[in-house]
């Protein structure tokens, strides 16, 4: 470096690179450095939101996702819960009907027809009459039910029982029979009287293990009439196709022969006859039939109103019968027997 009057001049390696006007310091003429702060990109500001909303929308999904499974969890539980209740209270019912329901068990039937058998027959002899009161309080009666002598002077003699149901009635198991009886008497002129009834026994009772007891007075109730509705079993000829009468008459004639093979023989001796042998073995002679013959597919079916007899006595009866005919070798055979006239067979 060389100085003028006002002037420097700087050398580098031979050359003159700056000429400066004395009188100016140095360093004010150089020019004041900005602090400079590093600007991030805006790509990377636009990439750091985007994280941060990324991570803030898993936060809040995940919280959702286990704010609802917990609801789930716990609205399963309930529904289980629930449900298990439900179940537990079917099983409590069942168990409760079951133990409830009345059964007629072998020991129980016993009881009671020995019981309706000793009840039902009175005797106009006294010192029979006093055994019976004392066997119906030892053996069936409740051990505190006052028994009282009876007055009456006749008899009544059980005709027949037969058992109707065993039910609740008042909340209190209780045995039904139907029984007919006579009961037989004398009026102020020693004339015999006769009276014959039939009624409904009703024997109020408790039973265990250890047996059972009649546990009041059985008492008598009308037989209920039968309401039961229902209409003859038939079969709509619409369902089957005409034959001609010649066919006709040949499968009837079969079909007596047959009917009268079958009342007399065994299943053993329709064998060649019928599918599915069968026979009532002379206990029942064939008489008559009334019947049409149809066509059906490959078949012949015969609807038939068919009359038998007893063997021995001119006592006859009527059944209904269906068959149906096939041939094998050019001979009729029952593919099939069914004892009704209805096509729901």
Excluded at 315 to 344: A, C, G, N, P
Aim: glycine letters at 4%.
């Amino acid at each position: 470096m060389k100085r003028t009057d006002s002037l420097f001049f700087f050398y580098l390696e031979g050359r003159e690179i700056l000429v400066v006007k004395t009188g100016f310091s140095l360093k004010k003429f150089k020019k004041k450095e900005k602090k400079r702060s590093e600007k991030v990109p805006k790509s990377r500001k636009i990439a750091t939101k985007g994280l941060k909303r990324l991570v803030m929308g898993g936060i809040l999904v995940f919280g959702l996702s286990g704010f609802v499974a917990i609801f789930l969890f716990v609205g399963t539980r309930s529904v289980v819960s629930s449900l298990n209740k439900d179940v537990g209270q079917i099983k409590t019912e069942m168990q409760e009907n079951k133990g409830s329901q009345i059964q007629l068990t072998p020991e129980l039937e016993s009881f009671m027809n020995r019981f309706v058998a000793l009840y039902m027959n009175v005797s106009s002899d006294s010192a029979i009459q006093k055994e019976r009161d004392k066997t119906l309080l030892e053996d069936y009666y409740a051990s505190d039910i006052p028994l009282k002598e009876s007055s009456f002077s006749g008899e009544r003699k059980l005709d027949s029982a037969s058992f109707i149901a065993l039910k609740k009635v008042d909340g209190v198991n209780t045995a039904c029979y139907k029984v007919t009886y006579t009961i037989t008497t004398t009026d102020n002129k020693e004339k015999e009287i006769r009276s014959t009834e039939t009624q409904v026994l009703n024997l109020p009772y408790q039973s265990s293990q250890k047996g059972a007891r009649i546990l009041s007075y059985p008492y008598f109730t009308l037989p209920t009439a039968n309401q039961e509705k229902a209409t003859y079993l038939v079969y709509d000829s619409k369902n089957y196709q005409a034959v001609d009468t010649k066919v006709s008459e040949e499968v009837l004639h079969f079909t007596e022969e047959f009917l009268s093979k079958y009342a007399k023989g065994s299943a053993s001796d329709m064998e060649y006859m019928m599918n599915t042998p069968e026979g009532l073995e002379g206990t029942a002679e064939f008489d008559s039939l009334t019947g049409k013959v149809f066509k059906q597919k490959k078949s012949y079916v015969v609807k038939a109103t068919v009359t038998f007899k007893n063997p021995k006595t001119n006592y006859s009866w009527q059944e209904d019968m269906t068959l149906e005919i096939i041939q094998k070798s050019d001979k009729y055979f029952v593919e099939r027997l069914s004892h009704t006239l209805s096509d729901d067979e």
